[in-house]
């Protein structure tokens, strides 16, 4: 697969994941700041795997673009997020 289109999917799939953690995080600086470090993770990851360290950070930031992209234009109104925030 394509590395590029294999970030946007990760990135796509991401807030799912991070909602899971953030219902724990009262303070939205603390969110942000746990989606920053998932899509660093996850982009690290990727990164270490396919290329070695030489792409960390832009793995990391086209995550985490796809991620908040999907977060604000789709998922931050959809059934899932209600359900996850209880």
Do not use: C
Request: charged content about 10%; aromatic content about 12%.
């Amino acid at each position: 697969m394509n590395n590029e289109v294999l970030l946007l999917v990760v990135g796509a799939v991401l807030p799912p994941v991070i909602d899971l953690v953030n219902k724990y995080v009262p303070n939205s600086n603390g969110r942000f700041i746990v989606s920053v470090v998932f899509a660093f993770v996850v982009g690290a990851i990727i990164a270490y795997f396919q290329y070695g360290t030489a792409e960390i950070l832009a793995n990391a930031g086209v995550i985490f673009v796809a991620a908040q992209a999907v977060y604000k234009l789709w998922y931050k109104e959809s059934g899932i997020h209600a359900r996850i925030l209880g």
